[in-house]
Every structure is written in structure tokens, then in C-alpha cells.
């Protein structure tokens, strides 16, 4: 019994040692140095081949006894998925950026040597070209030749001259636009539109070569003359300053020739083209010329209309990419106005909108329609679906001068008003009916006026105006105009920091929004 | 399967070949003919080859070694034996865009490939069968070409009257024709 409470005695003895063990945890904690990194900012923007990217970060530390060579310092740049590269290795970074654009993600890692901590700042950087957003112009220069420019617009605006001539294309006559498509990746082109050959420039340095035109993304098995394949018109537009448009599947271009072609470029593996569509099925071996404007609701485009000049009439245009022809319209004796014109009226003019009148919520298309005895009349439209919508017809009364002669015409979206230019003079002609009125523009002088646009791109809510103007003496000079709200007049508001100077003679310009 | 038949599908064949002296081999050629019926059956053609005088065969028989004989086992073969598989069967090309959907309905851009098809592209398009071997030759933008030519020929047939049909007498299909066609149903005016 007595070894029997000793051997007990002993095991509880054995088990009080072995479980009270020592804890050997440390629980001195010390303070260390602790960064706090500042002046990196969540992004940063850099032109390819121009900027030099400087960041000067701010660093304060807690406790580093003021001895700053105790830092190691690492930039790095992520290049790819799983690519990255140390641009360098000091306090602060001084880059010149030559990336493609797109953008990218930068580290920042300061190593305290004598703490083995290191501590970091993350950054994006977004790089561009020189030419990746701003105005794209088109026009004419002294000689009379077709010249591009560019108001790039990524920190200042800067005036970028002699696209064209400097591009490596032959002399280009007969100036029609300065386009980018935008879009998916894969099929954005950047498009220059002359009737003497159109053709698209790389997008990063604005060069080109005659192999960049059209007749090479057909696939036909109808031959056309490829001198006649010059696109003129393109849809769907660019409709936000972003560069949204309004189909991100389809794509539509009209030729000099006045044929139609449309597809969707997701579907034919790239931005091709089958046989044109302006034919109707019951002559599908017949091609109609068609006038270079495609018509559709700028903020979404799943169909389009365009118009006939042979037969004088508007054709639609459904099942983009399947259809083979287009379609004829009906018209009902009580129509507001007809899609297939009467004897001897004809088409002046074409244009969309963001005008939303009743109930267009993408926007309305308007058209000038000429009699034989020279009376206008203004078609407003929904070309939407297989069956568009007419809204609207007015008789342009005869205190609109010259109406039937102008050169160029355009369309507020926001209010009853047509500006025009003729014999010289900028005119505004308010349509609304039973308060027709004609208004003269004496403050812009005795230039030339060579293009008038509303804006639909950039910001189609404000609709600015832009007006091109030519003098010998200062050339080509742009100015933005608001068109006021007061349906009572209509005046041109300028607008500041709106005015650029020693310009071509404009005849177009386009939003491009990105790379 | 059928047996080839002699002057019809194949030519007399040489009894004795000779290996010349310090090569290793010879080759044994076989001319064919191309007749119609191997567009629809295949047909066999037996070679046997027979000791010699100077050579023997080396295998006569041939048994599975015992480890490797994964798959189908054929206890003993006679290896002396070759057989040629003949037909003049077209299979669909490498690249063509077209499917059966449930219910045996075509569908796709070009629908079932069938010989018939391709003599009616062959006909009508100028194409050839070589033009779908890959899609360097035959990118898809093509084939929307392709789809929307033919199905206009197909319609503009069939608004004649002289539908073209497939060897089953449904009507041949092609991407947008406006009907259905089902494999095996004939089409009946």
C-alpha cells in the first residue's frame, strides 16, 4: 500500500513538472520605424515617347535617427499578366515613358534595411499617344489639297498640323471627314475620308500606306469597281466623350459609288464586309445608288435607313450582317409625310440627332427634301426598327433665303432650328410651326463659313455648336458656340477657351475618344 | 465489306517483285480505279505475301506479347496478309460551318455536308473542295459569302420549281433558306 501511494505521489509529482512548462513567448515588444508614404496619387497619365513620368513621394518615417541611406527604394512597372520590370530604384521617379498604350499598374516598395520591413504605394498608370483623344479635323489647305489635324486634347490642347501630307499617303483632293471608329479593340480604324481615296492611318503614328483602304477588307462575289470604293460615311458615330457607341456590334459604311455595305465584325472574324445591301430583294442583281448618309438613332443603332436617289426614296435596312437586300417602305394616305418621294421631289440633306420628340428616346433623324418648283420641306424621323417612325413634317417658308441653295446644313437637337450657310452667310432658320422665324449671324463677319456642326459626340445634352470658319489672314479658325434656350431668339452664345486659329479650312470634325 | 474486284476497281497486279541488290526494300504498287460505286461502299482488296525462293517471311504468325495487350486482343493473325481499304467517300472538308440541331434539323451556315452539297457549290459558286481545307483559305467572312450566295441560288430554285434536292429528297439547305430541313424527310411539293 505504501509503494502504492508512493508510485502516486511520484506521477502526480511527475505530471505537476510537465505541465507547468515554461512559456518562452517574448513579450517586450519594441517600437520599430514606420513609414508613412505619401504624394503618389491613385493615378497618373503619360504620353508615349513625350512625358516623363515624376513622382516625388513624401516620405515620413517615425523613428529612422534621420539616416535616409537605410532606404532601398523600387519602382516597379507591371508590363504584362505576368511580366514586370523595375523602372528604378530611387527615392523618387523620373520616367520617360515609352509603352504601348494601355494601362498599367505601378509599385512602389521602400525596404528599411535595418528593420526588414518593407513598406509600399500602389499606382496606376495610364499611358496614351500623342493623338489618342481630342478633335479630329478634315479639311483643305492652301493648295486646295484634302488635310488632316488633330486638336489633341489629353492635358493642354495641342494643335497637331499636316496629318495627311506628312502621313505618307499621296496628295489627297475632295475632303470629306477625319473619323475614328472606336469600338471593340480588335476593329477600331482610324479612317481618313476623301473622294479621291479614303484610307485608314495607324492609330498610334498617323501613318499610312494606299494598301490601308477598303476594297481589301470586302469579300464580294459581285465585282465593283474599286475606284468608286471610297467610304464616305460611316455608323454607328461616336456618341459619348467617352467613345461609346451606339451598336457595339454592327458596322456600316457607305462608298463614293453610293453602295452600302454592313456587318457585324464580331461575326466575320474582323472588320469586313460581304456584297453591298443597297438592292431590294426583288432585283437582287440590281445596285442603287445610294446618298451618303446612313440614318439611325445615334444612341442605339440596330437597324438604319438610307435613301435611294434613283428611285427617290428611303430604303431600310434590318437584320444587319444576315440580310442581303433592303427593304421597301409602305406608305398610308394619312402618313405625315411619304417615304417614297413624289415626281420630282428629291434629297438635300440628311442628318441625325439626339432630338427626342415624341418619344425617341434615342434620337430623331431629320431630312431636307427638295420640290421641283425649289420648296423645301424638313422630314423629322425615327429610323428605328422594321417599321420607323415618322414624327414630323414642315414646309420651309420663303423668309428662308436661299434655303434650297446651301452648302451645309444643321440640326439642333434641342429646339425647332436648322442652321444653314448660304451665299456667304450663316443663317438659322426656326421651323416651328406658325412661328417661323430667320435670324442673321452679323457678329461673325465677312469669313467664310465652311462648316457647321452640332455636337452630338462629345456631349450631345449641351449640343454645342461648332463653326468652321476661313480668312486669309488667320486661315482656319474653330469656335464652339452654345445655341441658347429662348425659344424667342436664337442667339450664338461663344463660348470660352473655344476658338482655335490657323486651321485648314474645316469641313468636318469627329470626337475621338481613346487609343 | 465488299471485295474489290478484279478489273474493275484495281488493276492486275504484278506476282513477283524484286528487292535489288543493297536496298532493304521495294514497293508494291497497286493501281486503282476510281468507279462510281466506291462513292457510296468501300470496298477491300486483300495482298498476301508468299515465301520466295531467295526470301522468307519473318512472322507468320503473330501472337500478343502478353503485357502489352491493352484494347481489342486477336489471338492469332495472319500477318502475311495486308488489307487495302478502297472508297471514294467525300468527308466533310476541315473547315465547314454547319451542324445537325435536336430533331435531325440542319442548321449552322452551311447546314449537313453532304457530296451532293459540295457538287452544287462546286456547280455554282466556282468553288472547289480544296477551298475548305483551312481557314487561311476559308476565313469566316468568307463563309458568310458562301452561306448568303448559295441560299440564294437554293431560293431562287425553289421559286422555279426545280428545287434542289439531297440524295434523301429533302430539300438541300444552306445558311438563311426560309425553310427547315430535316434529314431523312423528302420534300413533298
Redesign the interface.
Known amino acids: 500500500m505504501k509503494t502504492y501511494n508512493y508510485i502516486i505521489a511520484l506521477l502526480f509529482a511527475l505530471t505537476l513538472v510537465s505541465s507547468c512548462s515554461k512559456d518562452l513567448g517574448n513579450y517586450e515588444y519594441k517600437d520599430i520605424n514606420e513609414l508613412n508614404i505619401a504624394g503618389v496619387t491613385a493615378e497618373y497619365t503619360s504620353r508615349t515617347g513625350i512625358d516623363t513620368l515624376r513622382i516625388k513621394p513624401v516620405i515620413k518615417a517615425s523613428m529612422d535617427e534621420a539616416d535616409t541611406a537605410r532606404y532601398k527604394y523600387l519602382w516597379i512597372l507591371q508590363i504584362g499578366a505576368n511580366l514586370r520590370d523595375t523602372i528604378g530604384r530611387k527615392l523618387n521617379l523620373n520616367y520617360p515613358v515609352r509603352l504601348k498604350p494601355a494601362a498599367y499598374n505601378l509599385y512602389y516598395r521602400v525596404l528599411d534595411t535595418k528593420t526588414g520591413v518593407t513598406w509600399k504605394a500602389d499606382t496606376k498608370v495610364t499611358v496614351t499617344t500623342a493623338f489618342s483623344r481630342g478633335l479630329l479635323i478634315m479639311g483643305e489647305d492652301e493648295q486646295g489639297n484634302a488635310e488632316a489635324e488633330m486638336l489633341s486634347m489629353l492635358k493642354d490642347t495641342i494643335h497637331v498640323r499636316h496629318i495627311l501630307s506628312q502621313s505618307g499617303l499621296p496628295v489627297l483632293r475632295d475632303p470629306v471627314s477625319f473619323v475614328h471608329t472606336a469600338g471593340s479593340e480588335d476593329y477600331i480604324k482610324l479612317w481618313a475620308f476623301t473622294k479621291s481615296g479614303s484610307y485608314y492611318l495607324d492609330r498610334a503614328t498617323l501613318t499610312a500606306t494606299t494598301s490601308n483602304n477598303f476594297a481589301k477588307m470586302l469579300?464580294?462575289?459581285e465585282t465593283i469597281n474599286p475606284e468608286t470604293l471610297q467610304p464616305v460615311a460611316i455608323a454607328p458615330q461616336v456618341r459619348t466623350a467617352a467613345g461609346a457607341l451606339g451598336s457595339s456590334l454592327y458596322r456600316a459604311m457607305i462608298t463614293k459609288g453610293g453602295e452600302v455595305f454592313a456587318g457585324l465584325p464580331l461575326?466575320?472574324?474582323?472588320d469586313?464586309?460581304?456584297?453591298p445591301v443597297n438592292r431590294v430583294a426583288t432585283a437582287?442583281d440590281v445596285r442603287i445608288p445610294a446618298a451618303p448618309y446612313l440614318l439611325y438613332p445615334i444612341g442605339s443603332m440596330s437597324t438604319f435607313m438610307w435613301y435611294d436617289t434613283k428611285n427617290q426614296r428611303f430604303l431600310n435596312y434590318t437584320s444587319i450582317?444576315?440580310a442581303?437586300s433592303s427593304v421597301v417602305l409602305t406608305d398610308t394616305p394619312d402618313g405625315l409625310f411619304p417615304w417614297n418621294q413624289p415626281a420630282g421631289r428629291t434629297l438635300l440633306y440628311a442628318e441625325n440627332t439626339r432630338n427626342s420628340d415624341g418619344g425617341s428616346t434615342n434620337g430623331n433623324s431629320f431630312a431636307i427634301m427638295k420640290n421641283a418648283d425649289n420648296t423645301c420641306l424638313i422630314y423629322k424621323f425615327y429610323a428605328n426598327g422594321s417599321a420607323p417612325a415618322k414624327r414630323a413634317a414642315y414646309a420651309v417658308k420663303s423668309i428662308a433665303t436661299d434655303f434650297d441653295k446651301a452648302k451645309c446644313y444643321a440640326f439642333s437637337s434641342n429646339r425647332t432650328v436648322v442652321f444653314y450657310t448660304a451665299g456667304n452667310k450663316l443663317y438659322a432658320y426656326d421651323y416651328n410651326p406658325n412661328n417661323e422665324k430667320i435670324y442673321e449671324f452679323p457678329e461673325l463677319g465677312n469669313d467664310e463659313v465652311s462648316m457647321i456642326k452640332f455636337d452630338t459626340q462629345i456631349d450631345y445634352v449641351t449640343n454645342s455648336l461648332y463653326v468652321g470658319t476661313y480668312n486669309s489672314a488667320t486661315k482656319g479658325t474653330l469656335r464652339r458656340y452654345l445655341v441658347g434656350t429662348n425659344p424667342n431668339v436664337v442667339e450664338l452664345l461663344l463660348q470660352p477657351k473655344s476658338t482655335w486659329s490657323n486651321m485648314v479650312k474645316i469641313k468636318d470634325i469627329n470626337w475621338r475618344a481613346f487609343n | 465489306m465488299p471485295l474489290a474486284v478484279l478489273g474493275q476497281h484495281y488493276e492486275a497486279i504484278a506476282r513477283e517483285w524484286k528487292i535489288p541488290a543493297g536496298a532493304i526494300a521495294t514497293t508494291i504498287k497497286i493501281r486503282l480505279h476510281r468507279t462510281p460505286d466506291l462513292e457510296t461502299v468501300p470496298k477491300t482488296l486483300g495482298l498476301r505475301l508468299i515465301s520466295g525462293p531467295q526470301l522468307s517471311l519473318s512472322f507468320p504468325d503473330w501472337n500478343a506479347i502478353p503485357s502489352l495487350d491493352g484494347g481489342p486482343v486477336v489471338a492469332k493473325f495472319d500477318a502475311s496478309l495486308h488489307t487495302l481499304k478502297i472508297n471514294d467517300i467525300m468527308v466533310q472538308p476541315a473547315v465547314w460551318s454547319g451542324s445537325i440541331q435536336p430533331g435531325n434539323k440542319e442548321s449552322g451556315l452551311f447546314g449537313v455536308f453532304t457530296r451532293k452539297k459540295m457538287e452544287f457549290l462546286e456547280e455554282n459558286l466556282g468553288l472547289k473542295y480544296e477551298d475548305f481545307a483551312s481557314t487561311a483559305v476559308m476565313p469566316m467572312v468568307r463563309q458568310l459569302l458562301i452561306s448568303s450566295d448559295a441560299t440564294a441560288i437554293l431560293v431562287k430554285r425553289f421559286n422555279e420549281k426545280r428545287p434542289v434536292l439531297e440524295a434523301d429528297g429533302r430539300l438541300m439547305w444552306m445558311g438563311t433558306v426560309p425553310w427547315t430541313t430535316i434529314i431523312g424527310v423528302p420534300y413533298v411539293p
Open positions: 469579300y464580294m462575289s461575326l466575320s472574324g474582323g469586313y464586309f460581304n456584297n437582287q450582317g444576315l442581303t
